[in-house]
Antibody
């Protein structure tokens, strides 16, 4: 059974940093691209970014709204993907989902809430 | 970055048919945008319905189908059920990034 479990969310002040983690199981993690998606309270889904796999040189891609502030990394030995968030803004407040959305793989984690507030 | 547009809201009668669309500000949506469709009910995690324009996942009911229609990606629901009332989002791949549409709130009434 595919499982994606996010952790690391919480309350952070504007300008602060946070690292989210996503632990994967139930599939060959190293073969797959991994996405981060967020959803602000009462709003729609927003794609944050993704990391490709080793065959694609672990290329990362980002939404314009987070480029230069957020970084995605992965550790295939730990079956985990990370979202490093810097210079956080109030508008970054959202539930952050780890997801595997490529081809027949369409799995989502339960999400972790990040609240940016003073 | 492209802007992806969806109908803000639609209503369908139980047993009826409705088509949701997904357009791009950069031009016609094609299979090269690898359109995805997701369903999200209140308080729940999104669920992937359709991938790569028209492919259903193993858990996707057959009453949902995906296609390209008039330069847009389309999700057609045939034989709507009360349980289909939800928000629906499309996702397009656009020049090295992915962009969600704003979502369509579907009411079954």
């Amino acid at each position: 059974e595919v499982q994606l479990v996010e952790s690391g969310g919480g309350l952070v002040q504007p300008g602060g940093s946070l690292r989210l983690s996503c632990a994967a199981s139930g599939f060959t993690f190293s073969d797959h691209f991994m996405d981060w998606v967020r959803q602000a309270p009462g709003k729609g889904l927003e794609w944050v970014g993704r990391t490709k796999n080793k065959a694609y040189n672990y290329i990362t891609e980002y939404a314009a709204s987070v480029k230069g502030r957020f970084t995605i990394s992965r550790d295939d030995s730990k079956n985990s993907v990370y979202l490093h968030m810097n210079s956080l803004k109030i508008e970054d407040t959202a539930v952050y989902y780890c997801a595997m959305i490529r081809g027949v793989m369409g799995y989502w984690g339960q999400g972790t809430l990040v609240t940016v507030s003073s | 970055q492209a802007v992806v547009t969806q109908e803000p809201s639609l209503t369908v009668s139980p047993g009826g048919t409705v088509t949701l669309t997904c357009g791009s500000s950069t031009g016609a949506v094609t299979s090269d945008h690898f359109p995805y469709w997701f369903q999200q009910k209140p308080g729940q995690v999104p669920r992937t319905l359709i991938y790569d324009t028209s492919n259903r996942h193993s858990w996707t009911p057959a009453r949902f189908s995906g296609s390209l229609l008039g330069g847009k990606a389309a999700l057609t629901l045939s034989g709507a059920q009360p349980d289909d009332e939800a928000d629906y989002y499309c996702l397009l791949s656009c020049s090295g990034a992915r962009v969600f549409g704003g979502g369509t709130k579907l009411t079954v009434l």
